[in-house]
């Protein structure tokens, strides 16, 4: 963790920056803009992470670099791809970057999801890198670059902060076209130790590595995942000099620093919508249906994804309710399985996996009064998801592999009436950073089961002691403490560059 001794907050920002403008760059925009019913619409794509994000970039007068996917997205941009945004009240410049299909197929649903993904969360029989998918990565990464460089114009000393893995390529090739700027990256998903990054061809491989060490400073939620692109540098590029103790790599006249910041959510926002009226309605609706007579009711809530283990989560409650008879009826499982890349073939298997899956454990254990497990596939509003977490006496996270996992912080969140577990894979970022859940290993099918009716008999006492520290804990590291973090860490290893820079 990099430690300040005058901690620069978001409020600071401005200040920070000097005469520096931020360049932010992501794949997905904070405002995309569709033909509706009733004409051109805009929609904020759901998440933490771009509407923890924008509030930044109001602060600045900067620019979001990122693809344009919206319908409308063209009509509303100018001949360069630049809309104002938030088109209320503009603040800063959105800088629209056009796909066409192809390109969506082979840099974002194949090379991105369908080998950067799964390598990362080391889930080797999903691992697919195709050369042409490859090349096109490349490619669009280049054109993002340009797009940063033309913005940020000559000899610029801008901050760019790259979000994930779908722009690896862009840090060094921002570097080429602008070596006086400041660049940073954070990396939202695992990252693998060496044995297993080494399953990516060689070119590959070493050109992804060469990409990020553009930056000069890369942020990951963990310190494994850190230690992690450390090791695959070592070993990969032997010729660099890998510095494990001082998280850096050094490259001749200049250091690439790494570094720990876990994310997390806007408490308060989350805190507020789990305590609103109608969440308290819908959460007395749901607690009156499901969790009367000493029932409990369980949740879960993840996008379709293989990395979040919902196979392996069925085949548990399967699992409990046919070795323990007498825990069938004690709880409803309400699971949110939002459907998510559907696109790409391994994804919509999955949907249609989970369907049948839970139709086939509710025909077994279904009685008159009580059925084991209602599914939601769909998108669930933002309030309606904080009711449902309120509500419930567990909250189930077993991902098989996580960079952190959002939800096991919005469940703590929301729980005001400290009653639920939170039962988490110990292959998560969260679980590195969250003391009081009860951690589970999603692979050992029997051990989750044990887990679950552990997690059930937990006695009211012990689950209050421990929600009550995860929410006092999580009010402490709230996003807005994460942004702080980076920004902060960003500064330091800004001015150090400085002062190397004038010593040369
Ligand atoms: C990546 C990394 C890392 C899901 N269904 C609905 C819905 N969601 C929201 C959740 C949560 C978000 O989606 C999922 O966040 P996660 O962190 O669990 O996972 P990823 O999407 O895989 O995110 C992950 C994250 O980046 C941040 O760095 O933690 O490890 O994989 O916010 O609430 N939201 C609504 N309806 C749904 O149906 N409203």
Redo the contacts with the bound molecule.
């Keep these: 963790m990099f430690v300040a001794s005058n901690p620069v907050t978001m409020r600071d920002l401005p200040y920070q920056l000097g005469d520096r403008r931020l360049i932010l760059v992501s794949n997905r925009e904070p405002y995309e803009h569709v033909h509706g019913a009733h004409g051109i619409e805009v929609r904020r794509p759901?998440?933490?992470?771009v509407s923890a994000l924008d509030p930044l970039m109001r602060r600045g007068r900067g620019v979001w670099v990122a693809w344009g996917s919206g319908s409308a997205d063209r009509d509303t941009a100018d001949e360069r791809g630049r809309v104002a945004v938030p088109p209320e009240d503009p603040r800063y410049t959105l800088r629209r970057i056009w796909l066409s299909s192809d390109d969506v197929d082979c840099y974002y649903e194949s090379f991105a999801n369908s080998a950067l993904w799964p390598l990362c969360?080391m889930l080797a029989h999903h691992f697919e890198p195709r050369t042409d998918a490859w090349e096109r990565y490349r490619e669009v990464n280049e054109r993002f670059a340009d797009a940063v460089a033309e913005e940020a114009g000559e000899k610029s000393r801008d901050v760019a902060w790259v979000q994930?893995y779908h722009l690896a390529l862009v840090p060094a090739a921002l570097r080429e076209r602008r070596p006086g700027m400041f660049i940073h990256q954070?990396w939202?998903?695992?990252f693998p130790p060496p044995d297993f990054y080494r399953l990516m061809p060689g070119g590959m491989a070493t050109a992804l590595l060469r990409g990020l060490l553009g930056n000069d400073l890369l942020e990951f939620?963990t310190e494994r995942y850190a230690r992690n692109f450390l090791a695959c540098v070592g070993e990969l590029l032997p010729d660099l000099d890998v510095d494990m103790e001082g998280m850096r790599v050094r490259l001749g006249d200049r250091d690439v620093k790494v570094g720990a910041f876990p994310?997390s959510?806007d408490v308060e926002h989350f805190e507020k919508l789990a305590d609103d009226a109608s969440a308290w309605t819908l959460g007395a609706k749901l607690r009156q249906r499901y969790a009367s007579n000493g029932r409990q009711l369980a949740v879960s809530?993840?996008?379709v994804?293989y990395?979040?283990g919902i196979p392996q989560r069925l085949r548990a409650l399967d699992l409990m309710w046919k070795r323990h008879p007498e825990l069938r009826k004690c709880v409803t499982f309400l699971i949110?399985?939002?459907p998510?890349r559907s696109g790409i073939p391994a994804y919509k298997k999955l949907e249609d996996d989970v369907a049948e899956t839970v139709r086939g454990i509710n025909a077994r254990y279904r009685t008159p009064d009580w059925t084991p497990i209602l599914l939601?596939a769909?998108?669930?509003?933002?309030d309606?998801?904080a009711a449902i977490y309120r509500a419930a006496d567990l909250c189930l996270?077993s991902?098989l592999q996580?960079?952190?996992?959002?939800?096991?912080?919005?469940f703590i969140a929301s729980q005001h009436d400290e009653r639920g577990v939170l039962l988490l894979s110990r292959f998560?970022?969260?679980a590195e950073d969250i003391e009081g859940a009860m951690l589970v290993n999603p692979f050992n099918i029997d051990g989750l089961a044990d887990g679950i009716r552990t997690a059930l008999e937990m006695p009211q006492d012990e689950r209050k002691a421990r929600m009550r520290r995860m929410r006092a804990d999580l009010r402490r590291a709230t996003i807005f403490d994460w942004l702080d973090g980076v920004m902060n860490a960003a500064s330091i290893t800004q001015a150090a560059r400085a002062a190397r820079e004038a010593r040369v």
């Design positions: 759901p998440g933490g992470v969360h994930d954070f939202h998903i695992p939620h994310i959510i809530v993840d996008r994804d990395t979040k949110v399985a939002t998510s939601i769909e998108n669930v509003a933002a309606r998801l996270v991902s996580d960079g952190m996992n959002l939800v096991a912080k919005e998560t970022g969260a």
